[in-house]
């Protein structure tokens, strides 16, 4: 999984638990839950004083932070080609759901900074979020024995809403997702 939002941006690997119903062999409704472990990122940041009295009037600090996110989603399945039955040598499908990222965010400065004298563009500890997401993905699929199938998708999860967090530098649609997942499905018909 790779944050690319700008200041935030990690790596981190994670975990997918998700289950299909079919309603045809190319129509399914999807459910999924992933967890990630926590991504780690630095920022520059500049405190500014309160007061024109205090000297300095700027301190220049590090932030190092670390965020966890998990999300559930639930949408739809669609095969281009082939089927969830795989009666084909491969499949391409793609997704598309609604979910809910839960994050959690903690920042450490590198520099001890005196709130009450000075401004600093988030604040220091640790603070959860939550974001209601659009995802979108494509995936490929290729039957490894019987009804054991491997499967790769990319997808995307996009916030679709945002509210101010203290804790979160660019609060604007965050976190934005890319990741790229990979495993094994179990057909039942």
């Known amino acids: 999984m790779r944050n690319i939002k700008k200041d935030q941006q990690f790596w981190s690997a ?7 119903a079919h309603f045809t062999k190319r129509e399914s409704l999807y459910g999924w839950v992933s967890y990630f472990i926590r991504g ?23 932030n190092k932070a670390n965020m966890s996110l998990k999300e559930f989603s639930i949408g739809w399945k669609h095969y281009f080609k082939g089927d969830c039955g795989i009666t084909k040598p491969w499949s391409l499908y793609g997704v598309a759901g609604l979910g809910i990222i839960g994050g959690k965010i903690k920042n450490t400065f590198q520099t001890s900074i005196d709130t009450s004298l000075y401004n600093t563009p988030i ?6 979020f939550k974001r209601l997401t659009a995802d979108l993905g494509i995936g490929w699929e290729a039957p490894i024995t019987g009804d054991i ?8 999860w996009i916030p679709a809403s945002d509210y101010p967090n203290k804790y979160l530098l660019n609060n604007s649609y965050v976190p934005l997702i890319a990741s790229f997942h990979f495993g094994i499905r179990v057909y039942f018909e």
């Open 149 to 156: 199938i491997l499967y790769n998708e990319l997808k995307v």
């Open 14 to 20: 994670g975990h997918t638990i998700r289950g299909e």
């Open 40 to 62: 780690k990122f630095k920022n520059d940041l500049v405190a500014e004083a309160k007061s024109p009295a205090t000297t300095p009037q700027t301190i220049a600090f590090r």
């Open 123 to 128: 604040l220091n500890g640790d603070s959860r």
